[in-house]
């Protein structure tokens, strides 16, 4: 039997994308991915049936040193000393090269993301709980509270940009990226607080709260269109029962469908409107990673350059509806200012004006610090996995928030009761997110909707 002999010559790069030996036919290529810094791997025999062919592999060091630093996933380094010395991959395993075992990339990912919902859902929690706890001493500034979380949360995430930048984890070039999508993010965010403040003044709280799962379906919906993603039967239907769950969890015994019907049409679709552009947000930013790790060649866009110029074009916004936006708080424009001075006494809870203002500033505070972990634990969310993923996890913390209220916590004085229907809506909920996650192994769709590259 005739023996060809080739001799291949592979420069390394930072990339840990597999490397393709040409001239070879499909059935009998092979992918190899280098591990470590190793001056030479040994030659590698292949063998077929057909035709035996002898390749020689050598591997260069790279020409620059590694970067022990991935934004948002585990350091390369630390994939090299987790993996071992070497390793290549066959179909979509990797094999260890210390010790020669299988690795199931696609299931770090889906722990990775599992954990990330985790943390926003509970952070959801807290930020729902702590935002009532806010409103104690501010219960009548509410409008003040709004603002301030507003144009601080622009002060925090540019001072943290600063410091990444300084300590070079964001980069000239990741500064330099076009800032038209993050006006656009802005804007919307802007108009979808705008129409949600306007259609919640003239709705009850467990209306909102039904009208809110309408956000999931216009998240899918975006996917589909913007982002080409196609979901499962079983997919669609777990959200659909999720929706449902906290629905029911919620509004059951409350009274929301008849809240819906005095309230009228007009308002509900104001508060569904608002929704839609929240959900066209989510996705923006979605879309925004995606397209940014293709302009940044293959680098992670750092997701504080999208919270703080996004935040920024926000506030920009919201200052230019403050006229509207105090209408809507029933506070006359000409009388804005000497509120957002008393609001801001009671918010440091000092002068003579204070009375009931007890908890402030601490209750405050923590909101904002909270509500800042929530916005960046969704913000990564979103960047390792998908809009809707990120949309069911901050959707499982209402029933949870519901059921937090029902405890004796500090300032809110007597405990509320559970809706009827509490625990059959959570039930529900839970199945749904169980039929989402749940994909038989032959289906060609992932479980979790795929990440941008990073």
Same mark, same amino acid.
């Given at each position: 039997?005739?023996?060809?002999?080739?001799?291949?010559?592979?420069?390394?790069?930072?990339?840990?994308?597999?490397?393709?030996?040409?001239?070879?036919?499909?059935?009998?290529?092979?992918?190899?991915?280098?591990?470590?810094?190793?001056?030479?791997?040994?030659?590698?025999?292949?063998?077929?049936?057909?035709?035996?062919?002898?390749?020689?592999?050598?591997?260069?060091?790279?020409?620059?040193?590694?970067?022990?630093?991935?934004?948002?996933?585990?350091?390369?380094?630390?994939?090299?000393?987790?993996?071992?010395?070497?390793?290549?991959?066959?179909?979509?395993?990797?094999?260890?090269?210390?010790?020669?075992?299988?690795?199931?990339?696609?299931?770090?990912?889906?722990?990775?993301? %599992?954990?990330? =919902? &985790? #943390?926003?859902?509970?952070? +959801?929690?807290?930020?729902? /709980?702590?935002?009532?706890?806010? !409103? $104690?001493?501010?219960?009548?500034?509410?409008?003040?509270?709004?603002?301030?979380?507003?144009?601080?949360?622009?002060?925090?995430?540019?001072?943290?940009?600063?410091?990444?930048?300084?300590?070079?984890?964001?980069?000239?070039?990741?500064?330099?990226?076009?800032?038209?999508?993050?006006?656009?993010?802005?804007?919307?965010?802007?108009?979808?607080?705008? %129409?949600?403040? =306007? &259609? #919640?003044?003239?709705?009850? +709280?467990?209306?909102?709260? /039904?009208?809110?799962?309408?956000? !999931? $379906?216009?998240?899918?919906?975006?996917?589909?269109?913007?982002?080409?993603?196609?979901?499962?039967?079983?997919?669609?239907?777990?959200?659909?029962?999720?929706?449902?769950?906290?629905?029911?969890?919620?509004?059951?015994?409350?009274?929301?469908?008849?809240?819906?019907?005095?309230?009228?049409?007009?308002?509900?679709?104001?508060?569904?409107?608002?929704?839609?552009?929240?959900? &066209?947000?989510?996705?923006?930013?979605?879309?925004?990673?995606?397209?940014?790790?293709?302009?940044?060649?293959?680098?992670?866009?750092?997701?504080?350059?999208?919270?703080?110029?996004?935040?920024?074009?926000?506030?920009?916004?919201?200052?230019?509806?403050?006229?509207?936006?105090?209408?809507?708080?029933?506070?006359?424009?000409?009388?804005?200012?000497?509120?957002?001075?008393?609001?801001?006494?009671?918010?440091?809870?000092?002068?003579?004006?204070?009375?009931?203002?007890?908890?402030?500033?601490?209750?405050?505070?923590?909101?904002?610090?909270?509500?800042?972990?929530?916005?960046?634990?969704?913000?990564?969310?979103?960047?390792?996995?998908?809009?809707?993923?990120?949309?069911?996890?901050?959707?499982?913390?209402?029933?949870?928030?519901?059921?937090?209220?029902?405890?004796?916590?500090?300032?809110?004085?007597?405990?509320?009761?559970?809706?009827?229907?509490?625990?059959?809506?959570?039930?529900?909920?839970?199945?749904?997110?169980?039929?989402?996650?749940?994909?038989?192994?032959?289906?060609?769709?992932?479980?979790?909707?795929?990440?941008?590259?990073?």
């Amino acid at each position: 039997m005739a023996t060809i002999s080739r001799h291949l010559t592979a420069g390394l790069t930072a990339s840990t994308s597999p490397l393709q030996l040409r001239n070879a036919k499909p059935a009998q290529s092979v992918s190899l991915i280098r591990r470590n810094h190793i001056d030479r791997l040994p030659p590698i025999s292949l063998r077929s049936s057909r035709r035996s062919k002898l390749w020689m592999v050598e591997a260069m060091l790279p020409a620059r040193p590694w970067n022990n630093r991935s934004e948002g996933g585990i350091g390369e380094a630390a994939e090299i000393k987790r993996r071992g010395a070497c390793g290549y991959a066959i179909g979509d395993k990797e094999i260890s090269g210390s010790g020669g075992h299988v690795v199931d990339t696609n299931f770090d990912r889906v722990v990775e993301v %599992a954990i990330a =919902a &985790a #943390a926003t859902a509970a952070l +959801g929690v807290g930020n729902r /709980v702590m935002y009532k706890l806010a !409103l $104690v001493p501010l219960k009548h500034y509410p409008f003040f509270l709004a603002q301030f979380s507003t144009f601080g949360y622009v002060a925090v995430y540019f001072a943290i940009l600063y410091l990444r930048h300084r300590s070079g984890t964001v980069t000239d070039e990741m500064l330099s990226v076009p800032k038209m999508p993050f006006l656009v993010v802005g804007v919307l965010e802007a108009l979808a607080a705008a %129409a949600g403040m =306007a &259609a #919640a003044a003239n709705l009850s +709280g467990p209306s909102t709260t /039904v009208l809110s799962q309408t956000f !999931l $379906v216009w998240q899918i919906l975006f996917s589909v269109i913007f982002l080409g993603r196609r979901y499962s039967i079983n997919q669609l239907f777990g959200c659909a029962l999720v929706a449902l769950g906290v629905i029911v969890s919620v509004a059951s015994g409350s009274g929301a469908a008849h809240s819906l019907k005095e309230a009228g049409i007009f308002w509900s679709l104001l508060m569904v409107l608002s929704f839609l552009l929240q959900g &066209a947000d989510t996705v923006l930013k979605e879309v925004i990673f995606i397209d940014y790790a293709k302009r940044l060649k293959g680098a992670s866009l750092d997701l504080f350059i999208v919270n703080s110029y996004g935040s920024a074009f926000q506030a920009i916004c919201i200052a230019l509806l403050l006229p509207f936006l105090s209408k809507l708080w029933g506070i006359p424009f000409n009388q804005l200012f000497s509120y957002l001075r008393d609001g801001a006494a009671c918010f440091m809870n000092i002068g003579t004006m204070t009375m009931g203002c007890e908890g402030a500033p601490l209750l405050p505070v923590l909101f904002v610090i909270v509500n800042i972990a929530y916005n960046i634990a969704l913000l990564r969310l979103i960047k390792i996995s998908s809009a809707v993923v990120s949309c069911l996890a901050s959707t499982v913390s209402v029933p949870i928030a519901v059921y937090m209220f029902t405890l004796p916590l500090p300032y809110l004085g007597v405990a509320s009761s559970l809706p009827t229907g509490f625990v059959a809506g959570t039930f529900i909920l839970v199945l749904g997110m169980l039929i989402y996650a749940w994909t038989p192994s032959n289906d060609p769709n992932s479980v979790i909707p795929s990440a941008p590259s990073t």
